[in-house]
């Protein structure tokens, strides 16, 4: 099993240019879960899905849109990028019934 | 969710048990204690969590006071690959779709 694994490793875009971010997880779960990490803080959740054709809004959704078309993946998509959205991009899932939730490697994304 | 709070860093020498505490007074009788940790640059991994009672797991020990408002993550014989970032999080099963909130955890040193 490959776990979860995110598309791609790095990026760097300038300002007003758009992107997705792809995370795909191959252990059946039914939640997933998009979180950024700025240097010296912890996650912070931006949005998640609790099934397939679900998603919903988590503490910083602005600026983001998500799509769960497949229930193995998750997509996070960047409009119209910005220099705050400089970031280290971490994808989740997990279970229904077990709340341990498993991270992807992250993406780092450069805005400039 | 209950707020936690952790002491910012910790050293620990090679070999010796690391403990890591984790304050949680307002916490309410039916969240969850969680630890995570994230070494440099991947994602959180899930480390142990529990309730009430103790637990113990391959990785780690956790260790809940009576009154819940605290506890403390033992790493019986740490290693240089345990320098990490650890987080202690409250988690209500029902109200917060299982969401993670991280804070800024306690980063944790183990010298040779």
């Known amino acids: 099993n490959a776990g979860v694994t995110q598309t791609p490793k790095f990026r760097v875009l300038k300002t007003g240019q758009s992107m997705t971010l792809l995370c795909a997880q191959d252990?059946?779960?039914?939640?997933m879960y998009w979180y950024r990490q700025d240097p010296g803080m912890g996650l912070r959740l931006i949005h998640y899905?609790?099934?397939?054709?679900?998603?919903a809004k988590g503490e910083v959704p602005d600026g983001y849109n998500v799509s769960r078309l497949k229930k193995q993946n998750f997509l996070l998509g960047l409009e119209s990028a910005a220099p705050s959205q400089t970031s280290v991009y971490f994808c989740?899932?997990?279970?229904?019934?077990?709340?341990?939730?498993?991270f992807g490697p992250g993406t780092r994304l450069t805005v400039t | 969710d209950a707020k936690t709070t952790q002491p910012p860093s910790m050293d620990c020498a090679e070999g010796r048990a690391a403990n890591l505490p984790c304050n949680h007074s307002t916490i309410s009788g039916n969240e969850y204690v969680y630890w995570y940790r994230q070494i440099h640059s991947q994602g959180p991994q899930y480390i142990i969590h529990?309730?009430?009672n103790n637990e113990t797991n391959e990785m780690a020990s956790l260790i809940i006071t009576e009154d819940r408002k605290s506890s403390t993550l033992i790493l019986p014989h740490a290693t240089l690959r345990d320098t990490a970032v650890y987080y202690c999080i409250a988690l209500n099963y029902g109200g917060s779709q299982g969401n993670l909130i991280f804070g800024k955890g306690t980063k944790l040193s183990v010298k040779p």
């Open positions: 529990g309730l009430k």
């Open positions: 252990m059946n779960h039914e939640y």
């Open positions: 899905s609790v099934g397939e054709g679900t998603t």
């Open positions: 989740a899932s997990r279970r229904i019934e077990g709340y341990e939730q498993y």
